[in-house]
């Protein structure tokens, strides 16, 4: 009997020492952890430095952004630019906002809470919802033409990069279009006025600088035109259609379309030719005739 009370206070004794360090390792508080998990954003940042997107954008005319007060959802809205670039807020409210960046426009709303009293020690941070102010628009010959936003500094080359690339079609000149600007203000103009500028694609893009290289602004347009052909049949090697090349004329086109076959005359080349309210007229022509985008240049057989 003895031998086995003294066993089980032995057994009770082990028990008690193994549990111990468990009960060691019990938090006193036990919601002290998750807390860690679940507190707020503002109260892990740094008191009286506003928040502010990754990408410090600059803002204009028709954006649509996010402002956030910390701790206050009241003084919280999504709001839009208006055309005189003012953005307004509760209580605040008007504040000119046009051509600022989102840590900038976080800054004047931060200081405006903290004149008015309504927060002892804001936090701001704004963050860009629809940018509709930095925008360029490609069209034509990429294969996805659209509008895309400028994200910071955007060449032409990349914005053609960024539509797909170009297409089969697609010629070697690229127009840009920029509406004109204001000299003495250096704002835009209110009448529609496109300075355009045509870029040469090819061998230009291969050196360190080339105008693919000009920074893009916002309500640019880039246009790529459609490749212009001329067409070769009749007594030719190789008949179809062609690119365009410069002070293209009848020998060259003959040449491009591999040469007259045994059969053809010089004396018998035609050139059919779409002219503005007259139609498609039919040009006798020569070997050092001129080739115009469109025109089919057609080698008959010799008679003999």
Known sequence: MRRITSFLLSLAVVLAVLSYPVQAQVPTDPTQNLNLMT?????????????????????????????????????????GVNDKGILTL???????????TTSEIAERVTQALRQGQYVIKPQVSVDVVQLRSQMVSVLGEVTRPGRYVIPGHLSVLELLATAGGLTEQADQTVTLMRRKTDGDAGQTSDKISDVRIPILLGDNTNQPQTPLDVELRAGDVVY???KKLFYIHGEVN???????EKDMNVM??????????????QRRIFINRAVPEQGI?????????????????YINESLF
């Open 39 to 79: 507190a707020p954003a503002d109260t892990l940042s740094t008191p009286g430095l506003p928040s502010s997107v990754v990408t410090d954008t600059r803002v204009g005319n028709g954006d649509v952004i996010r402002v956030t007060v910390f701790g206050q959802p009241d003084l919280s809205a999504e709001v």
């Open 90 to 100: 509760p209580l605040i409210g008007g504040i000119d906002v046009k051509g600022l």
């Open 224 to 226: 790529v035109n459609r």
């Open 238 to 244: 190789k008949p179809g259609s062609y690119p365009m």
């Open 252 to 265: 060259r086109a003959i040449a491009i379309g591999g040469g007259m076959t045994q059969r053809a005359s």
């Open 281 to 297: 007229q039919e040009i006798k022509a020569k070997l050092t005739d001129p080739v115009l985008p469109g025109d089919v240049v």
